[in-house]
């Protein structure tokens, strides 16, 4: 099987070995829930297998790329038994992780919107190019939530020190700031961004598949976001606890009922 047409994720894989992924639910702008995690790990697990591959190039579909998590799919999620809420943990954490580790370079193209677990995607891919439109956030901490699952791929892409501001703040910024801080690799109107993206896949096409894979590892032996199992596994289970928080639960109320939470100050 070389594509998938239908789904939350589609993919396909050209004649050269680039593999092109889509995050595909523009009607939530991308938003991700139960189905779309299960649609990456797919994709992952066929592209995998793929012999040839060269590059993934990974892409949201519609306005935004991805607005991440599907807060009313959260909210059900926190209502669940304790061991489900783990499992949906762990297969976030798992997604994220092994779009990190993949053995060829992965490409992302941001336009829009790229909030929550968008930002920990485009930090465990290789390339991130920006179009000027993009608009990012680290916004877990706005309802109650934590960020723990992708805290070490942003560690990798931003740094401790602007980590310490985006993900304490949750404010929003600009493909600019992305650039400057290290999200995004380059900004470009959004007209070229497509463009753009082929030029880098043209870079890594250059280059000897066996060299880059190698050095693409070496480089993450010495990232923030090579865990042992005990870490990994200490990061999932801090993440789904604190969904099952009564503080998460306030920052979903608070999303559902469109107003602040009640740690907001008055007047």
């Known amino acids: 099987m070389t594509a ?11 004649a050269r070995g680039v593999a092109t ?21 797919r994709a992952l697990d066929a592209l995998g297998s793929h012999k040839g591959l060269r590059a993934v190039l990974l892409k949201g579909n519609g306005r935004h790329f991805q607005a991440g ?21 762990r297969a976030t954490a798992d997604a994220v992780q092994r779009l990190n580790f993949a053995a060829v370079p992965t490409i992302a193209l941001v336009q829009g919107g790229c909030f929550g677990g ?33 805290i070490p791929q942003l560690a990798d892409a931003i740094g401790v020190r ?26 470009v109107p959004l007209a070229e961004l497509e463009a753009e993206g082929a030029r880098m896949i043209e870079h890594v096409l ?23 199992e005990k ?14 928080s009564a503080e998460a639960t306030e920052g979903l109320a608070s999303f559902a009922e469109k107003r602040a939470g009640n740690w907001t100050p008055k007047g």
């Open 4 to 14: 998938n047409n239908t789904g939350p994720v589609l993919w396909n894989v050209d």
């Open 21 to 41: 992924v889509t995050l595909n639910r523009p009607e939530v702008n991308n938003a991700y829930n139960g189905e779309l995690i299960d649609g990456v790990l």
């Open 69 to 89: 998590a599907d807060l009313k799919w959260i909210d059900s999620v926190r209502k669940s038994a304790p061991d489900e809420n783990l499992r949906v943990s």
């Open 118 to 150: 968008g930002t920990g995607i485009v930090a465990a891919c290789d390339v991130v190019i920006a179009a000027d439109n993009a608009l990012f956030s680290i916004a877990e901490v706005r309802w109650g939530l934590h960020a723990a699952i992708i």
């Open 162 to 187: 602007q980590l310490r501001r985006y993900a304490l703040t949750g404010e929003r910024f600009g493909a600019e700031e992305a650039f400057r801080i290290g999200l995004a690799h380059k900004v």
């Open 206 to 228: 250059a280059n000897g598949p066996g060299a880059v894979s190698e050095t693409k590892a070496w480089i993450l032996r010495s990232a923030w976001s090579d865990l042992d």
């Open 231 to 244: 870490a990994f596994t200490a990061l999932v289970e801090s993440h789904s606890a604190k969904r099952q």
